[in-house]
T-cell receptor
Framework: GQSLEQPSEVTAVEGAIVQINCTYQTSGFYGLSWYQQHDGGAPTFLSYNALDGLEETGRFSSFLSRSDSYGYLLLQELQMKDSASYFCAVRGQNTGGFKTIFGAGTRLFVKA | ETGVTQTPRHLVMGMTNKKSLKCEQHLGHNAMYWYKQSAKKPLELMFVYNFKEQTENNSVPSRFSPECPNSSHLFLHLHTLQPEDSALYLC??????????????FGPGTRLTVL
């Protein structure tokens, strides 16, 4: 089956760097995605990794190691507006087709 | 974000009712998605449509029935729901690119309450 683990909560200060880890289990790995969701808002897509390595988009970067079934989201120069929940999602493929599951989310608190 | 619209925004229905949720995307995308978000549970991807063809069905009960008549419209037909189906139902769309990232744009969601 598929499973995902990510920390439930992370706290950091404004201007700092924070890393949110995600470990997964899936058959036929296809890709790992990250989403941001503010309270009361819809999720926003942040990044997608299908291959090993680091993908950078502005202050946000996402890393994947398929051999370790592990990825992380790196947020740099933290701002107060980055306080939100961050979800990783893994897409796998088996004989039944594609399946995508989401982690429970990591709540990030950014303090002044 | 007005690129993806959902109606209604709020819906209250009884367990014997039949209702439909509607999603429309104005972004020229070729893929659309239904998600369910319940309190204190992970986001659940329910259905995926690429080029109007369903490509992913994540073990969703048959009381939820999706319909994608064209690449701009997506429906979720609901019948004989249970109270535990009360949740926020989110629609999203993306432009599918082979092997690449597929930025998904979400609608505001329909808050569904089943009595």
């Amino acid at each position: 089956g598929q499973s995902l683990e990510q920390p439930s909560e992370v706290t950091a200060v404004e201007g700092a760097i924070v890393q949110i880890n995600c470990t997964y289990q899936t058959s036929g790995f296809y890709g790992l995605s990250w989403y941001q969701q503010h309270d009361g808002g819809a999720p926003t897509f942040l990044s997608y990794n299908a291959l090993d390595g680091l993908e950078e988009t502005g202050r946000f970067s996402s890393f994947l190691s398929r051999s370790d079934s592990y990825g992380y989201l790196l947020l740099q120069e933290l701002q107060m507006k980055d306080s939100a929940s961050y979800f990783c999602a893994v897409r796998g493929q088996n004989t039944g087709g594609f399946k995508t599951i989401f982690g429970a989310g990591t709540r990030l608190f950014v303090k002044a | 974000e007005t690129g993806v619209t959902q109606t209604p925004r709020h819906l209250v229905m009884g367990m014997t009712n039949k209702k439909s949720l509607k999603c429309e995307q104005h972004l020229g995308h070729n893929a659309m998605y239904w998600y369910k978000q319940s309190a204190k549970k992970p986001l659940e991807l329910m259905f995926v449509y690429n080029f109007k063809e369903q490509t992913e069905n994540n073990s969703v009960p048959s009381r939820f029935s999706p319909e994608c008549p064209n690449s701009s419209h997506l429906f979720l037909h609901l019948h004989t729901l249970q109270p535990e189906d009360s949740a926020l139902y989110l629609c999203a769309s993306s432009q599918v690119k082979t092997g690449g990232a597929q930025t998904q744009y979400f609608g505001p969601g329909t808050r569904l309450t089943v009595l």
